[in-house]
């Protein structure tokens, strides 16, 4: 019987799987000689894994630090979870209207705005249709393991579209019926970079913080950047390729992370005008100095010729992407 992961459980493989390795740690877990002591903490944020490394000389404030890191986390979790019904995302979904919805719901759709017109259209938060569509068709008993009919994605395409979804500080609604959102592949480069914000508003620096996405607070403690690991998307074990981060994010998408078939012709990652899975890459990673932009683009850049990627680095900020086509090498390209 063919099997398909729910969304939390795709999200936390595609947290791990199509993620990043960290670097450059001794066996002790300590920087070098003399530095602020390292104090980690690992668990789950928006259902993908998640994870802080915390450099501070007080180990009761560095706890003081985490704690007050991960309530924020739940607390925006409550804004853009889709799986706690009474999230404020769910509640715009179920509705298609939200009045006086959080700020942070809507400088997040301003931001998702952006990035579609400079992506072309491919970033698209409405593409939540297609994702009920093809995990309603492979999750059936005895599914057509040749995917959805035509007629059925042009459904779902008709209930999608940036355009349609009207916002300001007072509401949000959906000009279409049956739209619905997905801020998957955007809200954990926001709520990482929210944590990031809190952590040097209180005076923390040379700090990882990754709440399914990567940011770095400065450099490596010891005086580098940070150093993380493009892994293979062939071989769970493997790296790619190693990249320098100095006070800058970097998020990676790939459709290998959750795909509905066994011959994986069919993922997760959703072409907004055709309806059809990204295929043209086994992984995408970017960098930016957000993980708000770097996780978004990464979706986007799974779409998109890497021809086009340098000029929308530079229009967004983003400085760096790594495009893994599959035949598994590594192709570097960097804003104009």
């Given at each position: 019987?063919?099997?398909?992961?729910?969304?939390?459980?795709?999200i936390?493989?595609?947290?791990?799987?199509a993620?990043?390795?960290?670097?450059?740690?001794?066996?002790?877990?300590?920087?070098?000689?003399?530095?602020?002591?390292?104090?980690?903490?690992?668990?789950?944020a928006?259902?993908?894994?998640?994870?802080?490394?915390?450099?501070?000389?007080?180990?009761?404030?560095?706890?003081?630090?985490?704690?007050?890191?991960?309530?924020?986390?739940?607390?925006?979790?409550?804004?853009?979870?889709?799986?706690?019904?009474?999230?404020?995302?769910?509640?715009?979904?179920?509705?298609?209207?939200?009045?006086?919805?959080?700020?942070?719901?809507?400088?997040?759709?301003?931001?998702?705005?952006?990035i579609?017109?400079?992506?072309?259209?491919?970033?698209?938060?409405?593409?939540?249709?297609?994702?009920?569509?093809?995990?309603?068709?492979?999750?059936?008993?005895?599914?057509?393991?040749?995917?959805?009919?035509?007629?059925?994605?042009?459904?779902?395409?008709?209930?999608?579209?940036?355009?349609?979804?009207?916002?300001?500080?007072?509401?949000?609604?959906?000009?279409?019926?049956?739209?619905?959102?997905?801020?998957?592949?955007?809200?954990?480069?926001?709520?990482?970079?929210?944590?990031?914000?809190?952590?040097?508003?209180?005076?923390?620096v040379?700090?990882?913080?990754?709440?399914?996405?990567?940011?770095?607070?400065?450099?490596?403690?010891?005086?580098?950047?940070?150093?993380?690991?493009?892994?293979?998307?062939?071989?769970?074990?493997g790296?790619?390729?190693?990249?320098?981060?100095?006070?800058?994010?970097?998020?990676?998408s790939?459709?290998?992370?959750?795909?509905?078939?066994?011959?994986?012709?069919?993922?997760?990652?959703?072409?907004?005008?055709?309806?059809?899975?990204?295929?043209?890459?086994?992984s995408?990673?970017?960098?930016?100095p957000?993980?708000?932009?770097?996780?978004?683009?990464?979706?986007?850049?799974?779409?998109?010729?890497?021809?086009?990627?340098?000029?929308?680095?530079?229009?967004?900020?983003?400085?760096?992407?790594?495009?893994?086509?599959?035949?598994?090498?590594?192709?570097?390209?960097r804003?104009?």
């Amino acid at each position: 019987m063919n099997r398909i992961h729910s969304r939390r459980r795709f999200i936390r493989i595609a947290g791990a799987a199509a993620g990043i390795a960290l670097m450059g740690l001794g066996d002790s877990g300590r920087p070098a000689s003399g530095s602020p002591l390292l104090h980690r903490w690992q668990g789950i944020a928006l259902g993908a894994d998640a994870s802080l490394q915390l450099y501070h000389p007080d180990a009761a404030e560095a706890a003081r630090l985490i704690d007050d890191s991960l309530a924020e986390v739940r607390r925006l979790e409550r804004i853009f979870s889709l799986y706690d019904q009474n999230s404020a995302l769910c509640r715009l979904n179920r509705a298609g209207q939200l009045a006086d919805p959080p700020q942070e719901l809507v400088e997040l759709l301003a931001v998702c705005g952006r990035i579609h017109r400079a992506t072309g259209g491919a970033f698209d938060a409405t593409v939540q249709q297609p994702w009920d569509l093809y995990a309603g068709r492979f999750g059936a008993p005895c599914a057509d393991l040749a995917g959805p009919s035509s007629v059925a994605i042009g459904h779902a395409l008709a209930r999608q579209g940036v355009e349609a979804v009207a916002f300001d500080p007072e509401r949000i609604r959906f000009l279409r019926p049956g739209m619905a959102l997905t801020l998957n592949g955007i809200a954990q480069g926001y709520i990482t970079d929210r944590v990031a914000e809190l952590l040097r508003a209180r005076g923390v620096v040379h700090t990882l913080v990754d709440m399914g996405e990567t940011r770095a607070l400065d450099g490596h403690p010891a005086g580098r950047p940070w150093s993380v690991g493009l892994k293979d998307p062939r071989d769970q074990n493997g790296l790619l390729q190693q990249v320098a981060l100095d006070d800058q994010a970097i998020a990676t998408s790939g459709g290998y992370g959750t795909q509905f078939d066994a011959a994986g012709r069919f993922n997760h990652i959703f072409n907004p005008a055709t309806g059809g899975c990204a295929t043209r890459y086994l992984s995408v990673s970017v960098v930016a100095p957000s993980a708000t932009v770097a996780d978004a683009l990464s979706t986007a850049f799974s779409l998109m010729p890497m021809d086009r990627a340098a000029g929308v680095l530079t229009e967004t900020g983003a400085t760096d992407a790594y495009f893994v086509p599959p035949d598994g090498s590594v192709i570097h390209r960097r804003a104009v």
